[in-house]
Every structure is written in structure tokens, then in C-alpha cells.
């Protein structure tokens, strides 16, 4: 079974930054997209940004201008690059990566804690 394991995330001051990367433990093929979620305390996990097959990229709007989705050479890796982080950013970061045939894969998330 494939195991998606998430590193890089920790504490940060305001404005800082962090690179979340995650990767799979094999090759995932027909891969349809790649996300990054995160679920903060008391809410409701939220799309932060994905990136499809063809490279397409969106964002959830308090990211835009901020955060970059990328995929690493490796069919199976995914980055997520976070810039002048914020409080409200402050989450339990999960990689989703989802194929053509809607089998979706999870890690088991990375938390992010933006602090001063």
C-alpha cells in the first residue's frame, strides 16, 4: 500500500517561511492531482492548493501570492513553499494525492505552527 510521508513543517515566527515536501513510499502512476490540505483547530480541513497532470495550479485565496505547489522530479513528490506565513496559517498540513481513477492517497500530516 502506498504511504505518503510529509516532512519540513515547525515552528516559525510571523513572516517566515517553510517548505513542506511529501513523498510517496512507491511510484504512484495516472496520477490526476496533487494537493496539499491543512486543518487548523476546530475547523474543517480546506484545499490549500493542488496541481494537476498538465501542470495547472490553484490556491485557496488566503494563499495566493504567498504559497508556490510544485512536483519533484520523482512521479511521486509534491512541495508546498510558504512565504510570509501568517498566525491563521497555523495547521495540521496533509499531502492528498488523488489518480485518474479517483484513488486517493493521504499522509499523515506535518504541523505548522506560525508564532511569535
Known amino acids: 500500500q502506498v504511504q505518503l510521508v510529509e516532512s519540513g513543517g515547525g515552528l516559525v515566527q510571523p513572516g517566515g517561511s517553510l517548505r513542506l515536501s511529501c513523498v510517496g513510499s512507491t511510484t504512484i502512476n495516472n496520477i490526476r492531482v496533487m494537493a496539499w490540505h491543512r486543518q487548523a483547530p476546530g475547523k474543517q480541513r480546506e484545499l490549500v492548493a493542488d496541481i494537476n497532470s498538465g501542470g495547472s495550479t490553484n490556491y485557496v485565496n488566503s494563499a495566493k501570492g504567498r504559497f508556490t505547489i510544485s512536483r519533484g522530479n520523482a512521479k511521486n513528490t509534491v512541495y508546498l513553499q510558504m512565504n510570509s506565513l501568517k498566525p491563521e496559517d497555523t495547521a495540521v498540513y496533509y499531502c492528498?494525492?488523488?489518480?485518474?481513477?479517483?484513488?486517493?492517497?493521504w499522509g499523515q500530516g506535518t504541523q505548522v505552527t506560525v508564532s511569535s
Open positions: 492528498n494525492i488523488v489518480s485518474r481513477f479517483n484513488t486517493a492517497y
